[in-house]
Structure formats: C-alpha cells, structure tokens
C-alpha cells in the first residue's frame, strides 16, 4: 500500500515534465540552432527583456491564484469555475488520496461549507515557486495559511501545501490539475 501511495505522489511531477517537454519542444525536433558560427552573448538585451518578461508571466501567475483562493474563501463558485477547467483533476484530502475529476466533487464543498461561512478568512501564500512551461502553461507550489475563527470564535490558523497546473485558452488562465496536502476543510458553520 505505501509503494503505490509513493507513487500516487509522483504523478503531479510526471505530468509537470510532460508538460515542460511537450511545451519546450514546440512539437519539433531539435532545438533553434545557429549554424553561422556565431555565439549569441548572455548579456544581450534579449535576455534582460526575457528575464523581465519572466518576470512578469510569474506575478501573472501568483495573481491568478490569489484571485482563486478568493473565490473559494468567498464561496464563489460561479468565479472558481470560471478559473478552472471543465476536466480539471485534483488530489486533496477530502477526496481521501483518490483522483478526483471535474467541478461536482468541489461543487458539494462550496454550497455545504464555504458559501456558508459567514466568519471572516484571510489567506496567505507564502514562497511561490513557479515553473513556466512555454507561453501556455505554468506550474505554482506554494504553502496556504487560512486562518479563521473557529465556532467559539477563537482565531485559528491551517496550512496546507499546494501545487497547481495552470494552462492558459484563448488567453484566459485555468487550473487543469492541482495537488493539495494537509487537514480538510472544516471551517466553523
């Protein structure tokens, strides 16, 4: 049972390299190689544009998960699914290490626990870490700390550790995977 947990775990990485692959190659073989002889300098502006540009398509990134988390900390379902995939998959402990697939299994979470929180939740993500894989998808791991007031309105604080594979259609962001560890959502009703 622990070797196939063990690896259950290893699938988000088998489809982040897959991505990565599929992404980077562009479908062709090879690489852009020069063949004037001509070595292009690291120090070109080329790069710094690129490293600006990266840059930016991270923070794009980042804001589009806080606007997530929003969403679910709202009880937004309308703007979670607008943000997710139809198909989207996920591994989260609610769904007690099984692969879940589509919005129904999150749908029952909005309308039953998160929609009806009343109490105030603040969200934190704290140490990004974002991988980009070509112009149309990008991958972002990070810890989430909720804190919320719990029934005796007793601020209280949970972590969870997430990673989530964002793939962008006709220029929108959408989440097609996400892998989240830690306790399941009980919030105070």
């Not at 209280?156 to 996400?178: C, L, M, N, P, Y």
Request: net charge negative.
């Amino acid at each position: 049972m622990l070797l196939f947990l063990t690896l259950w775990a290893l699938v988000p990485c088998l489809v982040l390299v897959t991505l990565y692959f599929f992404s980077s190659a562009g479908g062709k073989s090879g690489g852009n190689k020069k063949n004037d002889g001509v070595k292009e300098s690291s120090e070109s502006t080329n790069t710094t544009i690129e490293d600006e540009d990266t840059k930016v398509r991270k923070q794009e990134i980042i804001k589009v998960t806080e606007q997530l988390i929003e969403a679910i900390s709202n009880g937004d379902f309308e703007s979670y699914t607008k943000m997710c995939d139809p198909g989207m998959t996920a591994f989260e402990p609610e769904a007690l290490g099984n692969l879940v697939e589509g919005l129904d299994f999150h749908r029952f979470y909005f309308e039953n626990l998160w929609s009806r929180n009343s109490k105030p939740v603040h969200t934190t993500i704290l140490n990004p870490h974002i991988h980009l894989m070509g112009d149309e998808s990008a991958c972002i791991a990070y810890i989430r700390i909720t804190q919320y007031l719990d029934a005796g309105g007793i601020p209280r604080t949970a972590q969870s550790e997430e990673t989530r594979v964002w793939h962008r259609r006709d220029g929108k962001w959408q989440i097609v995977h996400f892998h989240r560890s830690g306790a399941p959502s009980v919030l105070p009703q």
